[in-house]
């Protein structure tokens, strides 16, 4: 079965390439499916790239597909910035994201380990080339909604592959990613079937979808993607009805804390001692974070910042140190990853760095905001309601899991409708 993921990386290679160099091609058109549209290369490139980001090509055994395939891509997209004959579009959030690449960059003239530096910058610069690709590339409407409705429809196809065991290890083994980035992945899957349900006419069909991209993550009992989800459904109904959403958000978070004080599986998994934990303590405020079960993670970070981030707060130990560490020494138990993106940009790059990346996510979220207000096109605002409220909870789940390891299919996605939006705005103009 391993052959099968080399299979489906070639044939999605070579459709990429083939579809960068056309000059026109046709695709059925989103809004009517009994119309087709004529797209230039750039356009069907995107609505490829975009729609098959959940694939990961990582069976047991294989070369490391991932690493390839995410090289692939971003020469794909530099390329195709200087085929696509739009201008990419630039913004204080895109600029602030560049200016923290420069700053990743500069860290490996004092890095420890260049090598795995240089692989860290890469999986950080893919959402750059995808926001500026899609800048770039996308004008109209059907083109954003093509790409969109492609990649929610691999992610519902994903959902009983990863659920039931005997699809994904015979038929699909590796081809997607695996539980926890897949999750990461339906949050911004879920708040763009929201934005769909808003304002287009399959209001049932898409609320039951938006409802479906939330199971997986309680069903998995995936304490980070619940988190996730849930700031970034409050940061949707805050962008639509602002002040008057406070008592939804309010209502979000009383769920929240209600599941996980009622729902056996994640009360357990959330608290060391989940039997003699109530919601009536932490009414009283006597739940502490010595209650939460960790999972030594705390223990990790702490570890991990005594080493590369202390005394060297300022510019860290240089990008790379925490991966060349933790691959190059068995600690923690074996671990790979610290499981927090935001201890690891520290420990790389210091405060600098936290500071220029959470600058630019905020960024992203105020224009996006801004941007829902001001414009009345409807693919304006549902990307830009999807970029910022998607952005708001991915970002979130940095903190405790390894999103920019798989930001092929968790960060390209909020950065990516970002893109579409700028894109979008530009063809309005």
């Given at each position: 079965?391993?052959?099968?993921?080399?299979?489906?990386?070639?044939i999605?290679?070579?459709?990429?390439?083939?579809?960068?160099?056309?000059?026109?091609?046709?695709?059925?058109?989103?809004?009517?499916?009994?119309?087709?549209?004529?797209?230039?290369?750039?356009?069907?490139?995107?609505?490829?790239?975009?729609?098959?980001?959940?694939?990961?090509?990582?069976?047991?055994?294989?070369?490391?597909?991932?690493?390839?395939?995410?090289?692939?891509?971003?020469?794909?997209?530099?390329?195709?910035?200087?085929?696509?004959?739009?201008?990419?579009?630039?913004?204080?959030?895109?600029?602030?994201?560049?200016?923290?690449?420069?700053?990743?960059?500069?860290?490996?003239?004092?890095?420890?380990?260049?090598?795995y530096?240089?692989?860290?910058?890469?999986?950080?610069?893919?959402?750059?080339?995808?926001?500026?690709?899609?800048?770039?590339?996308?004008?109209?409407?059907?083109?954003?909604?093509?790409?969109?409705?492609?990649?929610?429809?691999?992610?519902?196809i994903?959902?009983?592959?990863?659920?039931?065991?005997?699809?994904?290890?015979?038929?699909?083994?590796?081809?997607?990613?695996?539980?926890?980035?897949?999750?990461?992945?339906?949050?911004?899957?879920?708040?763009?079937?929201?934005?769909?349900?808003?304002?287009?006419?399959e209001?049932?069909?898409?609320?039951?979808?938006?409802?479906?991209?939330?199971?997986?993550?309680?069903?998995?009992?995936?304490?980070?993607?619940?988190?996730?989800?849930?700031?970034a459904?409050?940061?949707?109904?805050?962008?639509?009805?602002?002040?008057?959403?406070?008592?939804?958000?309010?209502?979000?978070?009383?769920?929240?804390?209600?599941?996980?004080?009622?729902?056996?599986?994640?009360?357990?998994?959330?608290?060391?001692?989940?039997?003699?934990?109530?919601?009536?303590?932490?009414?009283?405020?006597?739940?502490?974070?010595?209650?939460?079960?960790?999972?030594?993670?705390?223990?990790?970070?702490?570890?991990?910042?005594?080493?590369?981030?202390?005394?060297?707060?300022?510019?860290?130990s240089?990008?790379?140190?925490?991966?060349?560490?933790?691959?190059?020494?068995?600690?923690?138990?074996?671990l790979?990853?610290?499981?927090?993106?935001?201890?690891?940009?520290?420990?790389?790059?210091?405060?600098?760095?936290?500071?220029?990346?959470?600058?630019?996510?905020?960024?992203?979220?105020?224009?996006?905001?801004?941007?829902?207000?001001?414009?009345?096109?409807?693919?304006?605002?549902?990307?830009?309601?999807?970029?910022?409220?998607?952005?708001?909870?991915?970002?979130?789940?940095?903190?405790?899991?390894?999103?920019?390891?798989?930001?092929?299919?968790?960060?390209?996605?909020?950065f990516?409708?970002?893109?579409?939006?700028?894109?979008?705005?530009?063809?309005?103009?």
């Open positions: 079965m391993i052959i099968l993921n080399y299979i489906y990386f070639l999605i290679t070579l459709l990429g390439l083939k579809f960068l160099t056309m000059k026109r091609g046709v695709m059925v058109n989103p809004l009517n499916r009994e119309q087709k549209m004529v797209m230039d290369g750039p356009e069907m490139f995107w609505v490829l790239t975009f729609s098959t980001g959940l694939l990961a090509l990582s069976a047991p055994g294989a070369l490391d597909l991932m690493a390839i395939r995410l090289m692939v891509l971003e020469i794909f997209c530099i390329v195709g910035l200087f085929i696509c004959k739009r201008s990419p579009q630039w913004s204080p959030a895109i600029v602030l994201y560049l200016l923290y690449i420069v700053w990743l960059v500069i860290g490996l003239s004092y890095s420890p380990a260049p090598g530096g240089f692989r860290v910058i890469l999986k950080y610069l893919y959402p750059l080339l995808i926001m500026l690709f899609a800048s770039a590339t996308v004008r109209d409407k059907e083109v954003f909604l093509k790409a969109g409705l492609g990649a929610r429809l691999v992610a519902v994903s959902i009983p592959v990863l659920i039931i065991p005997m699809l994904n290890w015979i038929l699909f083994p590796g081809v997607f990613w695996y539980g926890t980035a897949s999750a990461i992945h339906y949050i911004t899957m879920c708040v763009f079937s929201l934005a769909l349900f808003y304002y287009t006419d209001r049932r069909k898409n609320l039951l979808l938006c409802v479906l991209f939330m199971l997986p993550c309680i069903l998995w009992v995936f304490r980070t993607s619940i988190m996730g989800t849930t700031l459904l409050m940061t949707f109904f805050f962008f639509k009805y602002k002040l008057k959403s406070l008592p939804v958000i309010l209502g979000i978070v009383l769920l929240a804390v209600v599941a996980v004080f009622t729902i056996p599986a994640l009360k357990e998994k959330m608290f060391k001692d989940s039997e003699n934990v109530s919601i009536e303590q932490l009414q009283r405020g006597e739940i502490s974070k010595d209650d939460i079960e960790s999972n030594a993670r705390f223990a990790m970070w702490e570890d991990l910042q005594g080493r590369f981030y202390n005394e060297k707060e300022l510019m860290g240089g990008i790379g140190s925490v991966q060349n560490y933790m691959y190059s020494n068995f600690v923690f138990g074996g790979k990853v610290p499981h927090n993106d935001y201890v690891q940009i520290s420990c790389d790059s210091g405060i600098i760095g936290v500071v220029l990346y959470l600058l630019a996510v905020f960024a992203i979220i105020v224009h996006s905001f801004f941007v829902y207000q001001k414009y009345t096109d409807v693919s304006i605002k549902m990307c830009a309601i999807v970029a910022g409220s998607s952005i708001a909870g991915v970002a979130l789940t940095m903190y405790t899991d390894n999103v920019v390891n798989y930001s092929m299919a968790t960060l390209s996605y909020p990516g409708f970002y893109g579409m939006m700028l894109g979008l705005i530009k063809g309005e103009k």
